[in-house]
């Protein structure tokens, strides 16, 4: 009798152990309030489904499912709330890995955690050159952080002038000009401050003359007095910066204004389906950098994108790659056999991963290899409530970049 009562403590004790070692818990960190988490999540759900339906993550011979912890951050609104929220699914839900985070103030924050308890921390949402940069100074402490998305911001820049110099040689033939003129229209935010330097520095270099900088806050819900400065300026393109939910209020007012210039950079809401609907119908030509759509950027784009519209109704943003990260986390553990931070991270340094958004490589910074048709991702204008990829032209899929009517 005593025999079998211990045995039953025995393995009533071993059974959360056997469960935990079945698993591989991957904490999905964003802000679920916001497009950006929801897409987090959405992408980190897909990536889990497949795992497990295909038998899960192959570990030294020994199968393990993939349990994703769904972390708010509320980084958009605190810092403080995105420390606490990756503190809490390391100490108490103890994650495995981290994935995820957005608002680059919040993310350097959130690293410093992620670097103190030595978890690998793939970035899918954060753009700041920091990030990278702290892992080339104190490799040792940052060694576990690798960016997935987006390329880091000196490389958006990139991405961004290339595709301006293409619109910037349309209005030079359609509207016979030397100089196009350019309004710079960037949210006031960490991120911002390289790209907006660096396109006040450029943009002359480019023959384009900047007209202007306006810097209004990522969640303003009038930018009025801006836009009016920019028509009055004479500008031809709005070069944006936008991450948060001003890009709505940018898109409307440009439209209820009927303005000549175009809106081309950065609109992370402009990413959305619900773009088109959130700007009442009004964001008629506003483009923006974005990362999937039903493009062949490589085999795996578009069997994602229809799959993530089947299941979610809407397309993904760029923050959807959370599932590249899982599957570069599954590659990268079942080629070294481990989930030991130490033994995956010089696996990951030296993988290609051909993904859904782009073919992903790294270099010394762990930061993405920035290349066209690779990583530096696509441009798309909304056209009559759809959104249109014009941008790279190599690509099977680009259709035509349309300017309003002068």
Request: charge should be neutral; charged fraction near 25%; glycine fraction near 8%.
């Amino acid at each position: 009798m005593l025999r079998s009562a211990l045995l039953a403590v025995t393995l009533a004790l071993a059974a959360p152990i056997a469960a935990a070692q079945g698993t591989v818990r991957i904490a999905i960190l964003g802000p679920m309030a916001f497009v950006q988490g929801e897409n987090h999540w959405a992408g980190a759900e897909m990536a889990r489904d497949e795992i497990n339906k295909a038998g899960g993550i192959n570990v030294g011979g020994r199968r393990m499912q993939v349990e994703l912890i769904r972390a708010d951050t509320n980084e958009i609104q605190s810092v403080p709330d995105a420390t606490n929220a990756i503190e809490r699914v390391i100490t108490r839900d103890k994650a495995d890995f981290l994935i995820g985070g957005f608002r680059s103030e919040a993310v350097l924050a959130m690293q410093e955690v992620a670097m103190d308890y030595k978890k690998i921390f793939l970035g899918a949402g954060a753009a700041h050159s920091k990030l990278g940069l702290n892992v080339e100074q104190n490799y040792e402490r940052y060694k576990y952080w690798f960016r997935v998305t987006p390329v880091k911001d000196v490389d958006l820049a990139r991405t961004l002038f290339a595709v301006l110099n293409s619109i910037g040689s349309q209005i030079r033939t359609d509207l016979k000009t030397d100089a196009p003129k350019v309004a710079i229209l960037a949210e006031k935010a960490v991120w911002t401050e390289a790209l907006v330097a660096a396109a006040q520095k450029n943009l002359p270099a480019m023959k384009m003359e900047v007209v202007g900088t306006w810097q209004p806050s990522a969640t303003a819900t009038d930018v009025t007095a801006e836009l009016s400065a920019i028509d009055r300026s004479g500008a031809q393109i709005v070069f944006t910066m936008l991450s948060g939910p001003v890009g709505i209020s940018v898109g409307r007012q440009m439209g209820e204004r009927n303005m000549k210039a175009v809106a081309w950079g950065i609109n992370v809401e402009g990413q959305k389906e619900e773009f088109w609907q959130a700007a009442a119908g009004k964001a008629q030509f506003v483009s923006t950098l974005d990362t999937y759509s039903e493009v062949e950027m490589t085999p795996k784009t578009i069997p994602f994108v229809r799959a993530f519209k089947e299941r979610f109704k809407k397309a993904p943003t760029y923050n959807a790659a959370t599932y590249d990260a899982i599957m570069i986390l599954k590659a990268a553990i079942e080629q070294a056999g481990s989930t030991a931070a130490d033994k995956l991270v010089p696996v990951i340094e030296k993988m290609e991963h051909v993904g859904t958004a782009g073919t992903d490589t790294w270099d010394k910074r762990h930061d993405l290899v920035w290349a066209v048709g690779r990583t530096a991702g696509i441009a798309v204008q909304w056209q009559d409530g759809k959104k249109v990829p014009f941008w790279p032209p190599d690509v099977k899929g680009m259709q035509p970049f349309k300017m309003p009517k002068q």
